[in-house]
Every structure is written in structure tokens, then in C-alpha cells.
């Protein structure tokens, strides 16, 4: 990992961006024949209508090498030039050793140091934190962040309550220095361990080891209380966004496009009437991916960057929430 220091009128930003998503689509009437649901239901309460989900040999690894090489190739830099990988995700290949170890094998960043962070939803915004840290400090010259996860591994298609929101994917970003007129502009960034209990994952860990009770009894399987993780998001992701335009000298009328967390459209546009945004300054990703946890952001990030929904020079907006409960959001010049 090399030092370098931070030249004058430089700071972190993003320099390229990628994504990777399953080709097999699930859709509302392909969950109609597995659980008590139907299109119209899903669709109304959530906005989506269909998700990508991994074939069974695939695993997180696979889609977070894909996303991470598509953001090399758009940052136009070297896999070996990378100083940093981490990879956000809740469902890693394995406890150990990390999946980011994995992509950084596979990729060749000979020079990388590899590291998973655990933010869930949150993941790529405290991902961006401190990535733009090491670079502006010097540590690092380019940082590969990695957004990846495939939630169906982890969810469970006899719960109808949750198992229409989720998919699978990856996205990434990477970060380096560019001039001081574009960059990171400011970061949020929060924690409240008293919500983790809306939304977890009770077995596999030292608390519930994996047993034949732990398996029967479904804990391997994501649980949500969907109210009050609702009613969590939209206040935390609401003040996050506040602070975030305070604190880099911004109102509404300076954002191009909010990139929020795709968990649920009735979230998404709970913040767009918070905060008076017209829809067309809105990315919207959950009709076709529905909640890809970590990745929904950076995914959506890309898509807006290649459909020129976002310019360079432009502002992006990015604002996301997720178990923990953890939240945050970032406004970036790109």
C-alpha cells in the first residue's frame, strides 16, 4: 500500500463506475406460483416487478470481479495500480477468508490490501467514507470499492412478507483524486444498534451457531419488522440528506439526481416528498432489481452515469439505510 501525498487543488472522488447483475430474472407471477402474493399486491406495496437472482454455482465473489473490473475499466486504471479492495456485503462466499481477498486474486491487484466491511444496506456509503479518508490523507492512491450481495441466498421464499423485495447484484466504485471543483462534498453518517432487532439475521453467528434446530427452525433466513424498519428509514435517511446539503454548502436546487437506496418504493418517494424533489431528478432501479442491499446504490449510480442521467460536473445525491440500523448519505460532484 503506497503513500502519496494529496497534490494542491486535488481531493477524493469518483473516478469510474460499474455493475454486474444475474441474467435470470424472477418476476411477480414466477413468486405468485411459490407463495400467497400477486402482481398487483407486490407491485403496490413495493414498486417492483421483477428481481435478478444468481444461478446456485454462482457467488458473491463472481458479481462483486465483475463490477469492480466494469469500474476500472470506466476509471480507465490498472488492477495491479490499486492500493485498497473492500467489498461490502452481508452474504460473504464464506466467514473467512474475505470475499474482497477473493476479488483481489482474481483481479491481479498484486499491490491491494483486501478487507470486507459489514454495513448492510448502508454498505457502499461507509465504503465512500473511507475510501475518500485514505486518499485525501495520503495512505492510498486508488481504492476499489465493492458493493455485492445476493440476498436470495438469505431469503426466505415461504416468508410472502419479504421474500418479493429482494434480488441479487454488485456495484462498485473507484475512488482517487480529481480536481478539488468535483470530489466528495460531504459525508453523514449513523449508527443505531436499538433498531438492529427490525431487521437480522439470527443464525450463523457465535450467538446461534448453525444446528439442525437453527436450519428446521428457518434462522438462517433474513427476518424484518416492515413497519418500523419503514418508519426508520424515512427519518434517518430524511436527516442524513439534511445534514449532508448543510454541511457541503448545498440546497435542494443544487442536487442534479438523488441516488437513494432501492428498498421500496413507497420509501423512495416518502424522501422525494420530504424533500420537494421532482421524480425525473430521482434514479429509480426497484421495478426491474427490487432491494439489492448494498449494491442498489452503486448499481443505480452506473446506470444513471451510462443513461446520461448524471453528467460529470453534476451533483449526485446518494442517501441509503439499512440493518444495524445504520444510515447514511454522501454528495458528490462527479
Not at 407486490?42 to 463490477?67: N, P
Not at 431469503?155 to 447484484?169: A, K, M, N, P, W
Not at 446504490?297 to 443513461?307: N, T
Amino acid at each position: 500500500m503506497a503513500q502519496n501525498g494529496v497534490g494542491f487543488g486535488m481531493r477524493a472522488g469518483i473516478l469510474g463506475t460499474g455493475s454486474a447483475l444475474p441474467k435470470k430474472v424472477l418476476t411477480n407471477q414466477d413468486l405468485e406460483k411459490i407463495v400467497d402474493t400477486s402482481d398487483e399486491w407486490i407491485v403496490t406495496r413495493t414498486g417492483i416487478r421483477e428481481r435478478r437472482i444468481a444461478e446456485a454455482a454462482e457467488a458473491t465473489s463472481d458479481y462483486a470481479l465483475l463490477a469492480g473490473q466494469r469500474a476500472l475499466a470506466s476509471a480507465g486504471i490498472q488492477a495491479e495500480d490499486l492500493d485498497m479492495i473492500m467489498v461490502s456485503t452481508v452474504t460473504p462466499d464464506m466467514l473467512f477468508p474475505s470475499t474482497a481477498s477473493l476479488v483481489q486474486d482474481r483481479l491481479g491487484a498484486t499491490h491491494a490490501a483486501a478487507f470486507d466491511l459489514e454495513a448492510a444496506c448502508t454498505g457502499f456509503m461507509y465504503g465512500d467514507f473511507l475510501a475518500s479518508a485514505l486518499v485525501n490523507s495520503g495512505q492510498c492512491r486508488y481504492v476499489l470499492v465493492i458493493s455485492a450481495d445476493l440476498l436470495s441466498r438469505i431469503t426466505d421464499y415461504e416468508d410472502r412478507s419479504t421474500c418479493v423485495l429482494f434480488g441479487d447484484g454488485a456495484g462498485a466504485a473507484v475512488v482517487g483524486l480529481v480536481p478539488e471543483d468535483k470530489g466528495f462534498l460531504s459525508f453523514h453518517l449513523g449508527s443505531d444498534g436499538a433498531g438492529g432487532k427490525f431487521l437480522y439475521m439470527p443464525g450463523g453467528g457465535s450467538r446461534m451457531p448453525a444446528s439442525e434446530e437453527s436450519v428446521k427452525s428457518r434462522q438462517h433466513f433474513l427476518k424484518m419488522e416492515g413497519q418500523e424498519t419503514f418508519k426508520y428509514a424515512v427519518r434517518a435517511m430524511g436527516v442524513s440528506v439534511e445534514r449532508v446539503l448543510s454541511d457541503a454548502h448545498l440546497d435542494m436546487a443544487d442536487v442534479d439526481l438523488l441516488v437513494p437506496h432501492q428498498a421500496n418504493i413507497r420509501i423512495i418517494e416518502a424522501i422525494r416528498n420530504r424533500l420537494h424533489l421532482d421524480p425525473a431528478k430521482v434514479m429509480y432501479t426497484i421495478e426491474k432489481y427490487g432491494n439489492t442491499s448494498a449494491s442498489s446504490i452503486p448499481i443505480a449510480l452506473d446506470e444513471a452515469v451510462k443513461q446520461g442521467k448524471v453528467h460529470p460536473g453534476q451533483v449526485a445525491l446518494m442517501v441509503g439505510f439499512g440493518a444495524g440500523m445504520t444510515w447514511g448519505a454522501i454528495a458528490v460532484r462527479l
